[in-house]
């Protein structure tokens, strides 16, 4: 990763999304980029955004002066204001930089309308074409020492495998593999054996430490947040698309519902944008994935 993009509307639990950056930066050395977008329709004078663009720049100045010595010298600090619809404007930004992370608060209201309504955390991670941290105020982690790695029975699940790895060995974090199913079908149980086994091999080449763990119940989401609870994780990693079901259509999807649950950080690849780094490592035959 070379730039992180922090979207901030200057609240203090948007915040939590710098404060996230800022401990990414300092292991990894990327620049960080602040954004504001100010939201605009055709009932919006001019003069007012003008005004308004002056106020958010006067409040990015003061960031600028309260973080001074709190990151990397190596790191740069910057800003940028946008106008239009935020998940929009965020992932434009992201997507003028090279090898970028967006790391984002998911505040706001949680419950059952904006399980079906979404957000603007889950509007940005699934139209996101680059990887996504969501965080929560009341769980900053220090830093990265457990990730929790859930397989699912899609194919696309571990398209995430490479690049969580990579963080791992950033942070020298340990790994929880684990398998999550919804069915105790025989065959099923068996599939996610093989997939565990295969990134198991992967991650214990990398020299990278790990567990594994099988996990059963009526929610993915559930019982792969319980788990990570358990181990005290600081990080869970996922796809943007993971295992459809009738549970997980009535409440939304896997990443939806993650995001909107979990208190602790949810790292978030869309399979689109990785699946040639997985395939490059399929082909070097450290996966039999393709069977």
Known sequence: MKTIIVPLDFSTESLSGLNMALI?????????????????????DHIPLVKEKRLVTLKFEDLLQKYKGKYNPNVVLDYTIQEGKI??????????????????????????????????????????????ITVRRSSLPLSINKIVLPLDITFQTREKVPSTAM???????EIHLVSVRLSNIKSIEDKLHQ???????????????YKVEHLQGDNLTDITIDYAKTVNADLISIMTEQEKSVSNLLLGSYAHQMINKSLIPVLSFPNYKIRVTTEDIWDLGAFNARN
């Open 167 to 173: 963080m791992a060995k950033l942070f020298n974090a």
């Open 195 to 209: 997939y565990i086994k295969q990134v198991a091999s992967y991650i214990g080449n990398q020299k990278i430490p």
């Open 87 to 132: 998940f929009e404007q965020v992932t434009n930004v992201a997507e003028t930089f090279e090898d970028a992370l967006i790391v984002l608060s998911a505040h706001g209201s949680s419950g059952f309308d904006e399980l079906f309504i979404g957000g603007n955390a889950y509007k940005i991670t699934s139209h996101s074409r680059n990887p996504v």
């Open 24 to 44: 990414l930066a300092n292991k990894t050395g990327a620049n960080i980029q602040m954004v504001h977008v100010m939201c605009k329709n055709d009932n919006t």
